[in-house]
Every structure is written in structure tokens, then in C-alpha cells.
């Protein structure tokens, strides 16, 4: 364990809590838990690519006979529920905090009816995870993306109430169409208020035809995941550049998974394109305005250290203006557990791995590589504020139970009014307080006139345009300002 | 220009034979060339992205109307097809030689039935194109992928051959299977045998729905151009990996475009995948013997420096082993023009940023920098030996004319006998010669000896296993050592 003045702090490690796992062991298509003769733990598949292999096994109806090493997915140990195991497995690595998230795909699967609903249990099961381990365990919470609209703001007035929750987890899907879709702005917006960083996670990789014939058979998991989660990440983010959706939401920070996919390596290329890109050429007016990749990259992106290399880890910081300050080392756990006949208790490859490349890319004991272990995510996460938003209001707010939302109305509210190119000290958000929302959805009649005019510019420019998210702020209306109550 | 001791080498520029152009203006789907009634230029239409748009405007038949920002693919201007062209490109940036190839989709489309004879008469057109700027341009060369095996055998006895080239320009899809496919490896052998690199570039991309709906209409072509490319070529070069081709074929030597796609940034990643997965776990019996994905970089792999910025630039070179000696100069020429209204005849930014990267990383006027801008391509690439094979027996060669195919079938044919892991210098092929194929298809009765046991070896270990190969040496018999002149 390192010294108090030295945190190490793993953001990016997944969890289960029970009634995550039952609501996968009930389910017949993927995500699901499913439990076979042949092995000692149930296997959790998840991937498209396993999907073929499963339906084999069931339609044999001879699951004894399968090795587990041909068994689809992995098997889902104590590591994957345990709180216990989750604080061995930190104190065998000497991490002092983790930021626990549901792992991948979350909710996505979920009916829009429950999602909200299923969203505030998973939330309050990782509130009660992080207070039984007081001190040593934060989390990203999970949003309804399938819930109504409504429902998905909602839920952010109550994450944002709990008292150790630091962000949110999201995969690439957003509403279903992708995080370049204008209707997810003001749910970024909502987030970007609240100061509730983003970490984005892929699950969906690519489509399964581009591993090719052989894969399924004969490369395991190596290409989805080494390959299709990377390029998902990087694939999401561009998107959501070439929409312009960082500069409409300039307070939105984002912490990427595995080092940004491959983003770092890619962003001189994605660079280069767009310079040669008539869609982008800024017009015949004139000269084009657009934040270059690398000025998002070094103003609103943090980069997990999940990269398994020092050549990966160098261009990380690279990308990142050359200064440590947006790595953010992590773990992956309970993914990635010692091959083989490996021991489970002690330490991990896929953990040393990372950590052996912070100390190469940075030197042993620097201030540097101790930044990157811990001491960004201290300060990016708060991690020793009582009170997440800064206020100082809102003790014992987490105490809530079911049923008792008097405070989960509680929001900030105050759109981002910041440009994305001043400093990262000027751009934090001064926020205030909206009037509690207590039986009904009471909202405030403020309509941040600041937004209003930025996205009316940016309907003229042709960026953040069209339907959807006009129609949602209509639909919405002043309620904007405000979320109501699950 | 540089002065005659530090060469500046463009290994990554493209050209258009007369032949191929009218090839592709008689096609009706993509790839091909069609005027449009609104722009001087006609239009080359490549990516499945572009279909879309193509369709809209032959339907509507009102293609006078739209400008040429609009219409789908990109504009066929001299730097496509013009000797004098290129030569005046060379000279505005310094560019002392040029190892032009044939840019994406090459011969993928023809037909099974042509492919050889269209083959045949790009890689004469290339010759020419050489011949006519004497110790300016070399060229890799295009196999008739499609056609039947023997063709495709013959077509290496074919360029071989032939006093400009010095390699082949290789796609993602081998024999429609991609590069992983065990059918690839007699050619893969072949051309190792004959010392003849393969240059790997992409053209598929990603199947389109990755890039989310708003893609077409709103971000050009910077998302299949700046992500579906290099994830391309590392979905590619991952599966050879993965199938052990390069331990299969140990004198493969590889040039990646676009700085190895993405692969310096997710080699770790690569690494930890395998190392964590049970296909690839070396069995019960042992001690896993498979190289590293670092190990083949370092061996095989040779990347070009077309990555846009100093951060990939590094990245790469890190990933090569920390030595620049694996990186090699290339412009993309004549992609990425300069943009809006700038001048095509000056200094092209897609040029000038890659050659930024270099001075950058390495330092203005290195030794390090001249090696990357040029000095390792002349030695990786032979570009002043006059006779490429080394035996010092084929002047004229080049000048033969259409059915003078006395000297096509001299072909190196010693398939590669050294290890992977034996160090650079020392696994040279030994190359020797075989008689003269004329009238018929004469070959030698010699089986290597050493490739039937690495062959019957892979077998028994079940990694390049199963019926393609097989079948194809079986069918080959001992024409294995020669190749039948087309």
C-alpha cells in the first residue's frame, strides 16, 4: 500500500452487484450468465462472436464434456460480486481506491419501462458497495439510455446525489444512435453541469465479418477484444469530434478506456483528413474554426493507462500535450484474470503489465508516474471531496432508501457557458442550486440564454443540427434547467 | 533535392497506367471512373461509402448541378496517370526516388479468366513508366489475385523478372479470404524465396454501418479514410500473426502502410489478449514458443511514415525497436491534394506534415532522420542494384516485349530455410536458380526438403492446418520450386 501522500487509485475495474447478475442469469440471448455441466463457475457471454459457440453447446445438450477452456465467455468468479475479493485483489496490488463501474453492456439490453427503475437499484447496490468499503471504493454510475427521456434526466438528479458517485460509465450506443447523435446533447449538457465526468467503455467492437473466416474457431477472444474494443472507442469519439459535439458541451470531460482506443496514434491522421476534406473546409468565407483533435484531446479527454505497453503508454501522454496530467491508470478487473494454472489471489500480469509501463514511461518513484497512479484521479475525480458538487450541502444525502427521493431532485443546473479553448482552470462550472423537486416535477423557468444562442449558431453552421435534439429541448421545454424526480 | 549521400525515397505514392484507367471507365459499379457534367474533372468513386451519393446523382440525372464538392469520390487530375506529373511533384518536395505502386483496389475486381493478363500488362506499364525516368521511379508490383493459382505463381516468375521492380503492393483479401488464409502461404513463400516485400495496403475499410448515420451526409470521407484504413491493415496484419504466417513464411518481409494502421499503438494490447486467452495458452504440455507481436515488428515488419504527426511517428519507431531503422518515407501521392483552392503544382501540407513528423522526432539534418527519409528504403528495398535478384544475370530483361517470355520463368525458388528469430543478417535467403522455363511449363523435380517438414510440422501443432494449403502444394506438386511462365 503507498504512502497517504502517494495514492494509487485504479479507475477503471468493474463490479456486479446481486441483482445485476440475477437479472443476467434470467435472460435466454446475450448479455447473459449461463451456467454448464462441464465447469465449476457459470460463464458470462457477451460477445456477438461467442453467440455461435453457445448456441452449439445448448443445441448438443453435452455441456459436460466441454472443457471450460471451449466454453463461450468467461467465468464469473467471486471477483466479478465480491467486495471482499474486490479489496484482496486492490490490497495484493497496493491500489488504495478503486472507481468501481458496471462492466459492459449495462443497461443497454434493458426494456425502456424498467431501465429507469433497474438504473436506481444498480446505483443504490454500488452506493451500499462503496460505503461497506468506506474510503477505498467510488464508482461511475450507470444511466437509463433506453429509459424515456424524462426517465434519463432523472436519473442524473439521483446519481448526482450519491454521495460516492463520481461520473458515469457509458458505452458507445448513447440512445441508440451513436454519441454523434444530437438528441444525446442535453443529456451531455446535464452531465457536463453536474460535473459528472464521462468514462467511455466499448462493448460492441466491430462487426464479427471482419475477423474473418478462422477467427471464431481459432484466435479465442484475441481480435474482438484486443482489436474491436479500441477501434469501438476511437470510432465513438471521432464521431462525436466531427459532429462538433465538444465544442457544444465544452464542459464535458471524458475519460477514455484503453488509452483512448487508438486515438493518441490515429489523431494526426484523422487530422490530416479533415484538413482534405471538402465537408470541412470552413466554407468559401473564410477560414475554419474548428478545434483542432489534439486541442480535445489536451482540453476535455482523459486517458485510463489500460495500454499494456510503454510505446502505447508514451503516445498516450504524447497525445495528451506531453504532460502526464490526463493518464489515469487502471486495471480492467476482473477481466483479464493469470492464465493458466495462475493463482487468482495473488498478482496479475494484466496488472503489472500496466504498471510496469507507467514506471518505464515515466521512472520509478517520479512525480510523473505517481500522478498517473493516482494522484490525476484525486484530483479529476474529487476523490476526497464529502461532497461531490462542491457545495457542502448534501450530508448523509446517500442514506436515502428506496422510496425516499426528497433530495434526488438536486441539481445543478447552470448549462456550461465556458469556450472549450480557454484554460481547464477558467472553464469549471459555476454552478448553483435549483429549488428541490419534491412530489412533482418542479422545474426552473430559467432558460440558459447562453445555450439557446449556441445552438441556435450551430443549427446555421450546420454541426449539431436537424431534428432530434430541437425536439427534445421543445419537448422538454423549460424543464432543461431542472430533472425530475424517478 | 538532397545531395547523392542522404536520398529522400517516396515508397508509399501511387500511379494510374493508362490501361487501368480505361479499365475502370468501363466499369459500371465501384471502383470506377465517370465525368460528371459539373466538374472538369472526372471522378475516380472507390468506397462503398460513396455508392450512396453516386446513385442519387445518376438517377437523378441532373449531374450538371452539382458541384464538385458534392460528388461522390475524388477528382482524376494528372497526378494520377502523368510521369511528368509525378517527376514535378518529386522535385517541389525534395523526393529524389519514387517506388510507385498501384493505388486501392488494384486487381481485386477482374475477372478470374483476365487477371493475369491485366497483371502482365500494369506491371509492363509500370516498367515503362520506370524505364522512361531512369533512377527516379521504381514500382511494386500487382499480383492477379483472382486468377487460378498457377497464374497467380507465374505472375511472381513475371515480375521478378522485371528490372524496375521491387515488390508487391498488397490488399487485405489474399484469395478472397484474407491474408490468414493458408492458401496465401505457397505465394507468401514464393515471394519471400524471391525477395520480393510485400508493400500491405488498405481499401475496405469497415463495413459501412460503423461510421453511424450522420456519416455520409455530414463528415465526408475522413471516417473509412482515417480510421477504416489503418483499422484495416491492423485487422490484417493481427490475423497473420495470430494464424503464425510469419513464423510459417520467416523471410516475409512486410511494408505496412500508414505506419502499421494502428498496430505500434495496440501491439501491448495484442500481447496481453494472447497472453490471457486460453486458444493460445501453449497447451498443457508447456511453455507457449510463440514470437511476440513486438518480436515480428522487430523482424519482419518494416513501416512506411506516412502517420501525419510526431506523436504516431514515435510511437512507431518505438515500436520497431526504438531504432528508426524500420520506418520508411512515403507521401500518399496523389491522394490528399491540397485543399480548397490551393495550388496542386506547390508544396502539398499532406507531404509536408509526414516529413515535419520526421525532423521533429529524429532532429533536422540526423542520421536517424535520413535513414527514415530515404537511406532505409535504398538498402530494405535494393534501389541501386541493377539486378534486384543479386545474381547479376538479367540486364535487358525489362525490354522484353508482349510473348517474349524466354527469361520470365527464371525464378529464385529455395523456400525459406531460417528461423524467424535468427537475426536479420543471417537469414538471407540462399537463393539459387532454377533452369529456364520455355515452351512449357518446365520445373524442377527438387521438393524442398525443409519446407515439408515445417509444413507437415505446422500440421501436427495445428496452426497453418487444414485443406487449402495443402491442397494447393499437393495440386503444385513439385512445381512448387519453379513457376510456369504465364
Known sequence: MSSSKSKVVDVHTHMYPPAY????????????????????DPRYVILPAEVEALEKIIASGDDASSSA???????????????????????????????????????????????????????QDFSRMCEAAEGRLYFFAT??????????????????????????ILGTTGLGNGLDDPALVPILHALAANRLPIFLHPHYGLPSEVWGPRATEEYGHVLPLALGFPMETTIAVARMYLAGVFDAVPDLRMLLAHSGGTLPFLAGRIESCVAHDAHFDGGSSGTPTRRTIWQVLREQIYLDAVIYSEVGLRAAIDASGGTPDRLLFGTDHPFFPPPRDGDAQGLWESVTWNAAAVKGALGEGSAAAAKVMGGNAVEVLRLYEEDRSGAGEEDGVVEEEEGDSDREGEVETVVATTKGDKKEEESKVEAKKVEEAKEEQKVTEEKPEKEEEEGKKGREEGRIEGGPVWSVLDMLGTQLGGFPSI
Chains 1, 2 share one sequence.
Open 69 to 123: 477452456a471451449h466454453l463461450p465467455g468467461r467465468p464469473v468468479t467471486s471477483h466479478f460480486s465480491s467486495i471482499e475479493q474486490k479489496l484482496h485483489f486492490m490490497d495484493t496490488h497496493g491500489i488504495d481506491i478503486s472507481v468501481i463501474s458496471l462492466a459492459n453492456p449495462w443497461l443497454d439490453f434493458v426494456a425502456s419501462a424498467d431501465a429507469g427503475e433497474t438504473a436506481k437499484t444498480v446505483s
Open 143 to 168: 444511466l437509463p439510455l433506453t429509459a424515456p427521456p424524462e426517465t434519463l434526466l432523472a436519473s442524473i438528479g439521483h446519481i448526482r446525489s450519491l454521495r460516492y458517485c463520481r461520473g458515469v
Open 21 to 40: 447478475v440475477e437479472l443476467l442469469e434470467s435472460r435466454k440471448t446475450i448479455p447473459l450468465i449461463r451456467r454448464f455441466a462441464g465447469a465449476d
